[in-house]
């Protein structure tokens, strides 16, 4: 059985950083792409950030790039997201999620498995 637990969220004021990690378990990241969503408050979902653990190729959404970054830990199973000077547009639910043997790692593609989610919240 695939699971994605999501942890590090929390509150924080504009400008400073958190780290959500994802540990997965039930899947090996030689198959799968990892990447990270959000939904915010009355908004639709929106990818965030992906990677390939094998090669470290990575997808980034246009508004996070030079403020978030991705990057896995094989040995424990983790995938990171990095966020740095965060906005209080980056409020929202973040999500990990799996993408099972993916053409090339893509946010616009449909990711296969997906964590519970855990909230960021950003004030002003």
């Known amino acids: 059985e695939v699971q994605l637990v999501e942890s590090g969220g929390g509150l924080v004021q504009a400008g400073e950083s958190l780290r959500l990690s994802c540990v997965a378990s039930?899947?090996?990241?030689?198959?799968?792409?990892i990447g990270w969503f959000r939904q915010g408050p009355g908004q639709e979902r929106e990818g965030v950030a992906a990677i390939k653990c094998t090669d470290d190729t990575t997808d980034y959404a246009d508004s996070v790039k030079g403020r978030f970054t991705i990057s896995c830990d094989r040995a424990k199973n983790t995938v990171y997201l990095q966020m740095n000077s965060l906005k209080p547009e980056d409020t929202a639910l973040y999500y990990c999620?799996?993408?099972?043997?993916?053409?090339?790692?893509?946010?616009?593609?449909?990711?296969?498995?997906w964590g519970q989610g855990i909230q960021v919240t950003v004030s002003s």
């Open positions: 039930g899947l090996s990241f030689n198959d799968y792409a």
């Open positions: 999620a799996a993408d099972f043997r993916p053409i090339r790692v893509g946010l616009e593609f449909p990711f296969d498995y």
